[in-house]
């Protein structure tokens, strides 16, 4: 579990160098992207998209069949180790191959996507048959939250 921003961003920046990825090859999205935007007081898990070769080699390592027709995410755990600012905590990892079709925001120490990225995200999630209830809610949040931002940029303003 993820409560502060500080920790959502070291997570990232120590899930990257465990695994050899370099940063401008890492975006994040889901709940830490938006703590980061203030969107959310917490979240469970990070969820990260990752450019190639870093993704493929990431299948490999932990036994994961990436196919092109598929949706294919790895699981990863993160122990993480003494010398990091979150020593000896675990955490949830989920990552997916990177799409740059995808706008990202680079207004914080690591990349996100940028709020419409992320709404689709979102949409996308609540398709899921199997999508708990509680998840399901918090995806309405979230969407709520990044739908007023969209609102707020889109605005069409008088000239004066």
Not at 26 to 32: A, P, R
Not at 62 to 78: A, G, L
């Amino acid at each position: 579990m993820f409560n502060s921003k500080i920790d959502v961003v070291a997570a990232v920046k120590t899930f990257a160098d465990l695994h050899g990825i370099p940063q401008d090859k890492i975006c994040l999205g889901g709940g830490g992207a938006l703590m980061l935007m203030d969107g959310r007081k917490e979240t469970a898990d990070l969820n990260v998209w990752v450019d190639n070769p870093h993704f493929s080699r990431l299948c490999e390592e932990f036994k994961v069949t990436n196919h092109p027709m598929t949706d294919t995410v790895v699981s990863i755990t993160v122990k993480v180790p003494d010398g990091y600012v979150l020593e000896g905590r675990t955490f949830q990892v989920w990552v997916r191959e990177r799409n740059r079709y995808f706008n990202q925001v680079d207004d914080y120490e690591v990349a996100i996507f940028d709020a419409l990225t992320l709404s689709i995200h979102k949409h996308g999630g609540m398709i899921e048959v199997k999508r708990p209830a509680d998840k399901r809610a918090q995806d309405r949040k979230d969407i709520r939250f990044l739908n007023d931002i969209l609102a707020e940029r889109n605005k069409v303003r008088e000239v004066a």
